[in-house]
């Protein structure tokens, strides 16, 4: 979408619903590859997408022009298309069940701690939720864990989208028998983001964040609607204003409108643009629970060039902005200082321990820095504030 002198910035004055509505009812599906098309969402077998598989050649050395074409559709997709494809038997049975068992292991482990009690986008203690799972998956079942992600559907998908360099994280997520839906949301970056704090980026940030990212989500159980897939908005991620737009009542009541949600069977996965607008149906089931290993794959180029020592910056610095602030200089020079100093976004972290903020992510170390100075704290006590965001973190 190119972007004009009128849409530098999004907010509720760029919301108009009925052109979200015209860009889904408008939409159309090119997936020449893939093996059905439902409810507009392209169907892939898994098989396709085994490159190595298919050519008996290492793909890692490099990619033929017939697997640039597929990765090109797919691609073309997540971007042009509906946003989602499905993958049928995207992960073989036998280690899927095998993650299952260890999956159940951690959620049972986990009961009456405070791991895994959070969850975003729906109520908390509605799901059973594991944070960090592919961390926990690899240090206590790592030959589990290299069965499941030696996975080559994973791989292909994410150079499609992301090229090469990605990481990956995952999270388990069970929707229990009864369990509600989720708010129909965005997903990360500007997606866990409040309202206010998206419309400080500017229009290009909006149509840059779902190229850093792609969601996915694997079926460890069968997942018949009644235990409520994920239902989607095709389309959506086109919609400029979106960041800013999925909390409105009328964006809202459109995705109850014209959602899609397909069914899937265990070892299937989904695939979709982060800024698909979409959310977990409700389980009206009384005894089947829907256990999801969700992914978060990140591309490897969102990162800085050099690694800095930020809380010895914040450290040093922080006496001298004091000093600013008893001699009243400008607040808007200090709070440039410390967007130079401090590490001003509050991921990666562990989701485990690190306290949920402002939107849905925790206290960047920048905003830590301000509430220290703006409240007068002492340098003792600023660096215990410090050392308690790492801790939760786990970075010391």
Known sequence: MAITGGHRWYGAANVDVDDLRSIIENGTTHAPSAIDTQQGIPIYEGSALRLETQTGKETVTGLSSTDRQLLGELADVLANGPGIFVVKRAVDLKSLDLATTAFLEMIAAEKGTNLGDGDHFAAEGINDRVWIAMEKLAIDHPSVFAEYYANEVFDVVSKAWLGPGYQIASQVNVVNPGGSAQNPHRDFHLGFMSDHEAEQFPAHVHHLSPALTLQGA??????????????????????????????????????????VQLPLERG?????????????????????????????????????MEAMDRRAMCLAVAPVLATWIKEKRSPAAVDRVIAAAAEGYAFPTNLDTDEQGEGLHPQSQANIMREALAHGQSLDAFIAALDTKAKSQRLR
């Open 218 to 259: 694997v079926a460890h159980d069968d997942m018949p609607l009644d235990t409520g897939p994920t239902t989607f908005l095709p389309h959506s991620q086109k919609f400029g204003p979106g960041y800013v737009a999925w909390r409105s009542e009328d964006v809202q009541a459109l995705h109850r409108e014209l959602h």
């Open 268 to 304: 299937d996965a989904v695939f979709f643009n982060p800024a698909v607008i979409h959310g977990a149906g409700t389980n009206v089931t009384a005894n089947r629970r829907r256990m999801a290993n969700l992914l978060q794959i990140s591309s490897g180029l969102g990162r800085s």
